[in-house]
């Protein structure tokens, strides 16, 4: 018979061999584990980028945003918006102002009145939604909607395309638009940006929706002055251009126009404002 390796018996101590194995296993699960967090701690750094938005909001979104959505490793390429962006970026916030946070939640399909361009370019369908609750001219807003997407300066000249309208009759018999263009609450601008973050300041792009933030459009930015007009302008055109498929850019040059790709809500980098596609072609 075979001799057979001694039983350690319950209690003793491990003999040398034993305990400097079990030393290895503990410096091996340790080195695991400091692995495992910093590949964690990459990701979540990734996110926090996209944010800005956003994203990634897409976004931003507007310069809108907050800590992203958005964002913006929101590169969105291709017509929609497959991820959220927001224009977070870590920047400082816009002073605090009288707009509500809430409105009444529900929001309600707006018709844009004159009608449709008549440009040659691919179609992309659209509708204007806005939150009650929150006093909101419904007329005025659809008015500046309308007079942003026909602008010979905007997206249907850049990007070749031509912006027809979905009624709200027609959305109520079934027809889904390509775009939904959103005015509202800043807690049901973070509701709808989900999930990135734009801490009921800022705007957002997510999936087939332009989220416009209520507060921005009534306060715009200190980037604007504070001039509600041409803020409004940026507004739409930089959310709609996320649904277009464009990604953030850069001020390309200190006192050139900014693109409107950039997330002018949280500063211009050097560039002056501009809230058209087609002064620098981005």
């Not at 061999?17 to 030393?23: K, P, T, V």
């Not at 503990?26 to 964690?40: E, F, G, K, Q, Y």
């Not at 291709?78 to 920047?91: E, F, H, K, W």
């Not at 263009?181 to 989900?194: E, F, N, Y």
């Amino acid at each position: 018979m075979s001799p057979q390796p001694p039983t350690r018996l319950r209690g003793a101590a491990p003999s040398t061999s034993d305990a400097a194995g079990q030393l290895r296993v503990r410096r091996t699960l340790a080195a695991v584990a400091v692995t495992l967090a910093l590949a964690s701690s990459l990701l979540g750094a990734t996110r926090d980028e996209s944010s800005a938005a956003g994203p990634s909001p897409r976004a931003t979104g507007t310069s809108t945003s907050a800590p992203a959505p958005a964002g913006s490793p929101t590169s969105s390429t291709g017509q929609g918006s497959p991820t959220p962006i927001s224009s977070a970026n870590g920047q400082a916030s816009p002073s605090p102002s009288a707009v509500p946070d809430h409105g009444d939640g529900r929001v309600s399909p707006v018709l844009v009145p004159g009608g449709d361009s008549t440009v040659e370019g691919k179609e992309v369908t659209y509708a204007l939604e806005v939150e009650g609750g929150l006093g909101i001219d419904e007329k005025d807003v659809a008015t500046t909607v309308g007079s942003v997407l026909r602008d010979a300066r905007g997206w249907q000249a850049q990007d070749h395309v031509r912006f027809v309208q979905v009624t709200p009759r027609q959305r109520a018999a079934g027809t889904v638009p390509k775009i939904v263009i959103s005015l509202v609450s800043p807690a049901k601008v973070d509701q709808l940006c989900a999930p990135l973050e734009t801490g009921g300041l800022w705007s957002c792009a997510n999936k087939d929706r332009a989220v416009l933030n209520y507060r921005r459009w009534v306060d715009a930015t200190p980037s604007y002055g504070g001039k509600v007009a041409p803020y409004r302008i940026y507004q739409v055109n930089h959310e709609v251009g996320h649904e277009l498929g464009h990604a953030h850019a850069s001020c390309p040059a200190k006192g050139s126009p900014a693109p409107v790709m950039l997330q002018q809500s949280m500063g211009l980098g050097g560039c002056l404002p501009n809230n058209l596609p087609t002064v620098t072609r981005g």
